[in-house]
C-alpha cells in the first residue's frame, strides 16, 4: 500500500520508475515536468475531455497501450466500474501500477499487445486506443481486433496525423487509368517510416487525417465527435463488407 507514503518517498519512486512519458500528480509530485509536449497529456485531454461522459458508473472501460495509466485513471475518477490497461512495456506498466495505487484508485493493469486482445474474451462498454495505432507495423489488423473482439459501444481513438488536412470523398470504386485521386493531398494516405522518426524506431506509419478517417470506417467505426484534431470518439457499427479476421499465432512478429 502507497497510501502511507511521505512526498519525499513518493519522489523516490518516481525517480526509480523513470523515464516517463506521463506527466502525472502523485499528491504533488510531476512525474515528467520537463515533457516536450509541455503538461501532457492533460493539456490534450482538457481538449476533448467533454466528449466523453462526465459519469461512467456501470461502464467497463479497457485503455490499450495504456502507459502510466493517464487515461485509466481520469476514467476511474468519472466513476467506471471496471478499467482494464494494457500495455507491451513493463516498465509503464510499473508507473501505471504505481501511480493508481498512490491516487487510491481501483484499477487493473496486465501485459497484453493491442494484437492479443481476443485472449480477453471480455467487450468493453469504452475502448481507449490513443496513440498506439503509428507505432504498429499492422495498425489496421489492430483495428479490425478491437472491432471484433473488445468493443461494444464506444473508441475513443487518436493518432500522430502528418501531411495535408484535406479530406477527400472516396469513390467506391475507380477505374484502372484513373490515377489522379492518388496525387491528391485529400486521398487517404500512411507514410511508412523505415527507420526512426523523432528518434524513436517503434513509430512505423505518420497517416493523414483522411487515411485515419477512412481506416476507422473500415474496421467498423463511425465518427461520432472530432472534438481535437488528432482524436475521435467513434461508434461501433456493423463493418460492410469486411473480411473475416485472421487469427495472428501467439508470438508472432509485432
Ligand atoms: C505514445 S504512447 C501513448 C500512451 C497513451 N495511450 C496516451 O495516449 O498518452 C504509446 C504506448 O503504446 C504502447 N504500445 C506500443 N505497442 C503496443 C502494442 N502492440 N500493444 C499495446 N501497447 C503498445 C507503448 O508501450 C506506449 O505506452
Given at each position: 500500500?502507497t497510501?502511507?507514503l511521505?512526498r519525499?518517498?513518493i519522489r523516490?519512486r518516481v ?9 502525472l500528480d502523485l499528491r504533488g509530485v510531476s512525474t ?36 502510466a ?26 508507473q501505471?501500477?504505481f501511480a493508481a495505487d498512490v491516487s ?151
Amino acid at each position: 500500500m502507497t497510501g502511507v507514503l511521505s512526498r519525499e518517498e513518493i519522489r523516490r519512486r518516481v525517480d526509480a520508475l523513470g523515464p516517463w512519458f506521463h506527466n502525472l500528480d502523485l499528491r504533488g509530485v510531476s512525474t515528467a515536468p520537463s515533457h516536450f509536449l509541455g503538461d501532457y497529456p492533460r493539456v490534450k485531454w482538457r481538449r476533448f475531455a467533454g466528449v466523453i461522459p462526465d459519469n461512467l458508473q456501470d461502464k467497463t472501460v479497457l485503455d490499450i497501450g495504456c502507459n502510466a495509466g493517464f487515461y485509466a485513471m481520469e476514467m476511474k475518477r468519472r466513476g467506471a466500474d471496471r478499467v482494464l490497461g494494457l500495455d507491451t512495456d513493463d516498465e509503464y506498466l510499473a508507473q501505471a501500477r504505481f501511480a493508481a495505487d498512490v491516487s487510491g484508485l481501483k484499477i487493473e493493469f496486465r501485459k497484453m499487445s493491442a494484437y492479443d486482445v481476443g485472449q480477453l474474451g471480455e467487450k468493453f462498454d469504452l475502448v481507449i486506443f490513443m496513440g498506439v495505432l503509428y507505432h504498429l507495423r499492422h495498425p489496421l489488423l489492430a483495428l479490425d481486433l478491437i472491432h471484433e473482439h473488445v468493443a461494444r459501444d464506444l473508441l475513443l481513438f487518436q493518432s500522430m496525423l502528418r501531411g495535408s488536412n484535406q479530406v477527400d470523398t472516396v469513390e467506391c470504386d475507380y477505374d484502372f487509368w484513373t490515377t489522379s485521386q492518388f496525387d491528391s493531398p485529400g486521398y487517404p494516405k500512411m507514410h511508412f517510416i523505415e527507420h526512426k522518426y523523432a528518434d524513436d524506431p517503434t513509430n512505423w506509419w505518420a497517416p493523414n487525417r483522411a487515411c485515419v478517417e477512412a481506416m476507422l470506417r473500415s474496421a467498423g467505426f463511425a465518427v461520432a465527435a472530432h472534438p481535437e484534431e488528432e482524436v475521435y470518439l467513434c461508434r461501433k457499427v456493423a463493418r460492410s463488407g469486411a473480411a473475416a479476421i485472421p487469427a495472428i499465432p501467439r508470438g508472432a512478429a509485432r
